[in-house]
């Protein structure tokens, strides 16, 4: 497919998407100028006003249709979190507890999002786009069984699996020392309602993360001969440390995601320099469209959420 039908597709097709959903929406804007992905939006009067943000894309490049698929099934996720996100009690948990906290919450809301979209029923696809979104996210490799700073990945990975994606990486929880807390609070977030449930769950999870830690640090201390395991943990504890971010949460989805901010470093696309992977797909869309010239600010990752009817 050439560049210029790709943007057409993926306009006409969440257009269908938004049309056959039955809900109030004003305007839907594909945007395909921006330096990261991300969606902008809000909702004035019960109506919906969307703005999604792709990298720039060359208009007469050849697009596998796999990409066109994926980019599609990134549209959907980010509106999952427009549709089905609440902003205040993440971020308040954000704020108290710290940007780990953050992570955990982005990790374990991903997947309940996507449930619900595709529950929803109004892209009969969904299921199929976010099976394969994720598994070519996955085709660059997973991470390590003990990785403490990509817990957050591992949730987002494992609480897909656990909804009945066919994931085609193995799982990890039962190799890792963290298993049985991520296996705890996947199981719970499955059956999570809202993302209230998911908060109280992640600063838990942040909890028992951190006993975990300390109980590996002592063994590890009794004895020195063996070697640790997996990176260096980020704080998990309470944090106030401005260094955590300011841009807007999910790839960058910290407290304060105002339309326009400027998102932190995790938002830019991709891995860290300390290895740790996205959560959301952002980073992944903005490597396989390469980027571009930076002409929009998205509120990349958890966007901006006000109250509308999806009734």
Same mark, same amino acid.
């Given at each position: 497919?050439?560049?210029?039908?790709?943007?057409?597709?993926?306009?006409?097709?969440?257009?269908?998407? &938004?049309?056959?959903?039955?809900?109030?929406?004003?305007?839907?804007e594909i945007v395909w100028s921006g330096e990261t992905a991300g969606i902008? &939006?809000? =909702?004035?009067?019960?109506?919906?006003?969307?703005?999604?943000? &792709?990298?720039?894309?060359?208009?007469?490049?050849?697009?596998?249709?796999?990409?066109?698929n994926d980019l599609i099934g990134y549209a959907l996720h980010e509106l999952g979190h427009a549709w089905f996100t609440k902003n205040e009690p993440w971020d308040n948990a954000r704020n108290a507890h710290g940007h780990f906290v953050h992570k955990l919450i982005n990790g374990l809301e991903d997947p309940r999002i996507e449930m619900k979209v595709i529950n929803s029923g109004h892209a009969p696809n969904a299921r199929l786009l976010f099976e394969s979104l994720v598994n070519n996210i996955l085709a660059k490799g997973y991470v390590e069984p003990? =990785?403490?700073?990509?817990? /957050?990945?591992?949730?987002?990975?494992?609480?897909?699996?656990?909804?009945g994606y066919g994931i085609t990486? *193995?799982?990890?929880?039962?190799?890792? /020392?963290?298993?049985?807390?991520?296996?705890?609070a996947i199981n719970l977030a499955k059956v999570a309602d809202n993302t209230e449930r998911i908060v109280e769950i992640a600063i838990e999870l942040n909890k028992r993360l951190q006993k975990t830690k300390d109980k590996l640090d002592k063994e590890q201390q009794n004895n020195p001969e063996q070697t640790t395991q997996g990176n260096s943990p980020e704080p998990?504890?309470?944090?106030? =440390?401005?260094? =955590?971010?300011?841009?807007? /949460?999910?790839?960058?989805?910290?407290?304060?995601? *105002?339309?326009?901010? *400027? /998102?932190?470093?995790?938002?830019?696309?991709?891995?860290?320099?300390?290895?740790?992977?996205?959560?959301d797909p952002n980073g992944f869309i903005t490597k396989q469209l390469g980027g571009g010239d930076k002409k929009e600010t998205p509120a990349v990752g958890k966007p901006v959420y006000y109250e509308f009817n999806w009734d």
């Amino acid at each position: 497919m050439l560049g210029i039908d790709v943007q057409r597709g993926v306009s006409s097709t969440l257009e269908r998407i &938004f049309k056959s959903s039955g809900n109030q929406f004003d305007t839907l804007e594909i945007v395909w100028s921006g330096e990261t992905a991300g969606i902008i &939006f809000d =909702d004035k009067y019960g109506r919906l006003n969307a703005k999604i943000i &792709f990298p720039s894309i060359d208009e007469n490049a050849d697009i596998p249709k796999s990409r066109f698929n994926d980019l599609i099934g990134y549209a959907l996720h980010e509106l999952g979190h427009a549709w089905f996100t609440k902003n205040e009690p993440w971020d308040n948990a954000r704020n108290a507890h710290g940007h780990f906290v953050h992570k955990l919450i982005n990790g374990l809301e991903d997947p309940r999002i996507e449930m619900k979209v595709i529950n929803s029923g109004h892209a009969p696809n969904a299921r199929l786009l976010f099976e394969s979104l994720v598994n070519n996210i996955l085709a660059k490799g997973y991470v390590e069984p003990d =990785d403490y700073k990509n817990i /957050p990945f591992m949730l987002a990975i494992e609480g897909r699996r656990l909804n009945g994606y066919g994931i085609t990486a *193995e799982s990890i929880i039962s190799a890792s /020392p963290y298993g049985a807390d991520i296996d705890w609070a996947i199981n719970l977030a499955k059956v999570a309602d809202n993302t209230e449930r998911i908060v109280e769950i992640a600063i838990e999870l942040n909890k028992r993360l951190q006993k975990t830690k300390d109980k590996l640090d002592k063994e590890q201390q009794n004895n020195p001969e063996q070697t640790t395991q997996g990176n260096s943990p980020e704080p998990s504890g309470e944090s106030n =440390d401005p260094a =955590d971010g300011d841009g807007g /949460p999910a790839q960058g989805d910290e407290q304060g995601d *105002e339309q326009g901010d *400027e /998102p932190n470093a995790d938002a830019k696309g991709g891995d860290g320099d300390d290895g740790e992977r996205d959560v959301d797909p952002n980073g992944f869309i903005t490597k396989q469209l390469g980027g571009g010239d930076k002409k929009e600010t998205p509120a990349v990752g958890k966007p901006v959420y006000y109250e509308f009817n999806w009734d």
